[in-house]
């Protein structure tokens, strides 16, 4: 079956380009079909021809099928169906490698070519860590693209059964496209799944104290990781979209969560992790053993160290909790922004309280939604009296986490299948203590720059920064993770027929706008998978200068060739690399894309 799916695949993929020491699907050096196929048959069938989601949608292409078409388009925005298909993306610009080579739904016309945009060639769908294993060494040997895709989805809408009503936005796990790659050879952990507890956790190698612990395979989401803490009786601090993978790119960039003020990021609650490197050697690494390895995977960047195929998160006695949704609308942007600067001159008192929030700001409308864990009702009232008359407002106690969850981030369908764009700026609490009429103002220039789309693709603020009590040089991410109270997140979208003059105008919207911030607080940071996808230092953005130099020492001891390298990743090859030829046609200037 295989041979007949691979000479399918070089049907759709050409014939021969060039030699190149990085060796991509259609070089001459890419892996014959005898030696696909004797691969496949060593990892129980497992290797895939790839093609583009919507390819059955073109009547040039050899997959065309109106019937699966039509079951394509039905489910084109549906966030499960992106889940379960590996040719599909949430944010769809990551299908595609420049406007001409694409292969979105609906087709242009019935003479349009669907191309293979970024979408990797090739695939193993691994189940195991033995899959895992075997592909490393097999790429390795071929000088393979590597490609790493575990789930990649958007931040939720939110949406309140009951209460005010939020608006549906888009967000992304990893904006960078960090999970595609034209001419790539990939591996999709999606398979990986697993989860068990242990009550008296001790990290191997380690003498001590025992910790209530969850691990967790690679391919497990946080839907399923908050239903089972719940069923157990215990919390674990995770994202707040529900198809997140719990152990991929969320956890290698710190994962931030709505409960991260009071219990730290993701990075904060890892207590092991096992890993494959570019040797192809699994490696269990904590503080005990591989500690180097420990710390870059804690917040030094997705598929940079090699694959993670199980973590092990502390696990936090389950506790009621306190949540409130607001929605408010103005008269003008001046009146709304007065209530954005409330929301500012109160982000201490918020923090202080250990509460999280995700505040939604359009031109003249907010919309907020907040928890304190372990809270009654009271705490969040004391909140209340910043708001103006006429806003909607909606107290709630929970159970537990999972309660809120479901009646909050888990309630819709994630808005995806649209191409999207953002920027990011993590702000550190002394502006909110000495100056948030001039930390309102920044956040309302940078608005200016999105044009209309600030109409439909609101400023998100996620107040999901840890307290400064965790040990912010414990883990690789930027130290201004520790010292901020907001994360301030622009966002841009357009549509599938945009010029490329278009696309670039809005993706240079986005660039502009965290770049008001940037030069506002240049004390922030960025978080690496919601950052600008051409931002500009981005090694001073999203470790810190003294980070940086370690993960690049940390990155040679372990993986000298470079071999597992993405977009502004430590070790990386640049924006001139053939890696990345996809990312220049839209690069809006200004940004200084160095290693």
Request: a negative charge.
């Amino acid at each position: 079956m295989i041979s007949s799916l691979l000479i399918l695949g070089s049907l759709f993929l050409g014939t021969a380009a060039t030699t190149c020491p990085l060796c991509l699907s259609g070089d001459n050096c890419f892996p014959s079909e005898e030696v696909l196929s004797a691969f496949n048959n060593s990892i129980g069938g497992k290797l895939h021809v790839e093609r583009p989601a919507g390819a059955p949608c073109y009547h040039t292409d050899p997959a065309y099928n109106a019937t699966a078409c039509a079951a394509i388009t039905r489910s084109y925005q549906d966030d499960q169906w992106r889940e379960d298909v590996f040719g599909a993306y949430e944010q769809i610009n990551w299908e595609t490698c420049t406007s001409s080579n694409a292969c979105l739904v609906p087709p242009n016309s019935n003479d349009s070519t669907c191309g293979q945009g970024s979408i990797p060639s090739y695939s193993v769908h691994a189940t195991s860590f033995a899959d895992v294993v075997n592909y490393v060494k097999f790429v390795t040997k071929y000088n393979l693209r590597i490609v790493i895709k575990n789930s990649e989805s958007p931040l939720p809408p939110l949406s309140p059964a009951s209460g005010p009503s939020f608006d549906p936005v888009v967000a992304g796990h990893d904006y960078a496209g960090r999970s595609s790659g034209k001419g790539g050879f990939g591996l999709w952990t999606h398979g990986m799944q697993g989860i068990s507890r242990h009550k008296t956790f001790v990290p191997a190698g380690c003498y001590a104290t025992p910790h209530d612990a969850v691990t967790i395979m690679a391919g497990v989401q946080w839907s399923t990781v908050y239903q089972y803490a719940d069923d157990n009786d215990i919390l674990i601090i995770g994202g707040d979209s529900p198809h997140v993978g719990a152990a991929g790119g969320w956890i290698q960039g710190g994962g931030h969560s709505i409960l991260s003020q009071a219990h730290g990021l993701g990075v904060d609650n890892l207590l092991q992790a096992t890993i494959v490197t570019a040797n192809g050697v699994e490696y269990t690494v904590n503080e005990c053993q591989y500690s180097d390895l420990f710390w870059a995977i804690r917040g030094g960047g997705p598929s940079t160290w090699g694959i993670v195929t199980s973590i092990t998160y502390k696990a936090h006695p389950a506790v009621p909790c306190a949540w409130v949704s607001i929605a408010s609308s103005a008269a003008s942007i001046d009146d709304n922004y007065k209530l954005v600067q409330n929301f500012v001159e109160k982000a201490p008192y918020w923090a202080d309280l250990g509460g999280g929030a995700f505040i939604n700001i359009y031109p003249k409308h907010i919309t907020f939604l907040g928890i304190i864990p372990n809270a009654t009702t009271a705490g969040l009232k004391k909140f209340l009296p910043i708001l103006p008359p006429g806003s909607s407002v909606n107290c709630t106690e929970a159970p537990s986490f999972l309660s809120f969850f479901k009646e909050t981030f888990d309630i819709n369908n994630e808005v995806v299948g649209i191409n999207f764009a953002a920027s990011s700026r993590l702000i550190p609490r002394k502006y909110f203590e000495t100056d948030a009429a001039g930390l309102t103002a920044a956040i309302r220039k940078g608005q200016t720059f999105l044009g209309s789309s600030a109409y439909t693709q609101p400023i998100q603020i996620l107040a999901d920064t840890p307290a400064p009590r965790f040990q912010k040089h414990a883990t690789s991410v930027t130290p201004a993770w520790y010292d901020s109270l907001w994360h301030v997140i622009y966002t841009t979208a357009w549509p599938n027929n945009a010029t490329v003059a278009e696309q670039r105008q809005a993706i240079s919207g986005v660039h502009q706008s965290a770049q008001v911030l940037r030069e506002y607080a240049p004390d922030g940071g960025a978080y690496i998978s919601e950052a600008d996808v051409y931002e500009p230092n981005h090694e001073a953005s999203f470790w810190g200068t003294a980070n940086a130099a370690r993960l690049k020492e940390i990155k040679a001891k372990y993986d000298p060739k470079n071999v597992f390298q993405v977009w502004q990743g430590i070790g990386w090859a640049g924006a001139t690399d053939v890696r990345y030829e996809c990312y220049s046609q839209l690069n809006p200037g200004g940004a200084s894309l160095v290693n």
